[in-house]
């Protein structure tokens, strides 16, 4: 069985929206709590929390998440404890020190629970009502957990994880290829194609000075900064897009 991901853009209303960044930082008011409990155990008896200390320590508390959303919070500060443990029997690691404390969080999980699909175009969400969704492919096999995610540009998407059963695919031919990575060209096959570098940063430079340069003459704190701000982030994940695209497109012709 194997992990894939499918990705959906979501559009919140602007009241679902304030209940996604409240949400967010109620998680990270959680994971900063049981962070300190944590910490504290450990110097007190040199052992750490299991995840049904944490889980008993959040009953009946933040009444705004969904349980299983603090289930994986929880389930977070377990793991960096853990890693945390693996680091101090390991002689060679340089960093021992406690987990860091979160300043934000800008998704929230959903394990097992607390959400459901009402049709091609809307999904239920706990806490927060039915949120339009743009689905362009059905998820396969069995949904595993759904994340809520936003970026910069203030879009909204939902991350679906599935287990599904990849089949082994037999390649007909047998004949491998052989690949130079460059700088001056993206790549040079075996066979002397060259694949040129389409330096979509440097084709956006004039774009993304005019955006900077909007933005700079904005007050500081005000709504047009912000609207500023917004433009100029859409700019710069338009450019990851273009880049995600030609790797898929690329590596799909070899």
């Known amino acids: 069985m194997h992990l894939r991901m499918f990705k959906y853009r979501i559009y919140p209303s602007r009241k679902q929206k ?15 709590e049981l962070l300190v409990k944590s910490i504290k155990t450990y110097k007190e008896t040199g052992k750490g929390l299991f995840n049904y200390d944490f889980n008993k320590l959040l009953t009946n508390k933040y009444p705004n998440l969904h349980s299983q959303v603090k289930q994986n919070v929880s389930d977070r500060v377990h793991k960096s404890f853990s890693n945390f443990f693996r680091r101090i029997k390991d002689k060679s690691s340089i960093n021992k020190g406690f987990p860091r404390f979160k300043s934000s969080v800008k998704s929230i999980t959903y394990p097992q ?16 009502g039915n949120v339009p969704i743009i689905m362009d492919r059905i998820p396969e096999g069995k949904i595993k957990t759904m994340t809520v995610k936003r970026n910069k540009a203030d879009q909204w998407f939902a991350v679906f994880s599935c287990e599904i059963e990849i089949p082994k695919i037999i390649h007909p031919s047998k004949e491998s290829v052989g690949i130079d990575v460059g700088l001056e060209n993206f790549a040079v096959l075996n066979n002397g194609k060259i694949i040129s570098n389409p330096r979509y940063l440097i084709k956006s430079e004039n774009e993304l000075k005019k955006f900077h340069r909007k933005l700079s003459r904005k007050k500081k704190g005000s709504k047009n900064r912000f609207k500023a701000k917004l433009k100029l982030a859409k700019q710069y994940i338009n450019i990851t897009n273009q880049r995600t695209d030609f790797l898929h497109k690329t590596s799909m012709n070899i």
């Open 18 to 32: 304030t209940n996604f960044i409240d949400s967010f930082k109620t998680c990270k008011e959680i994971y900063n």
């Open 113 to 128: 629970s607390g959400f459901k699909f009402i049709n091609e175009r809307r999904i239920y969400i706990s806490k927060i």
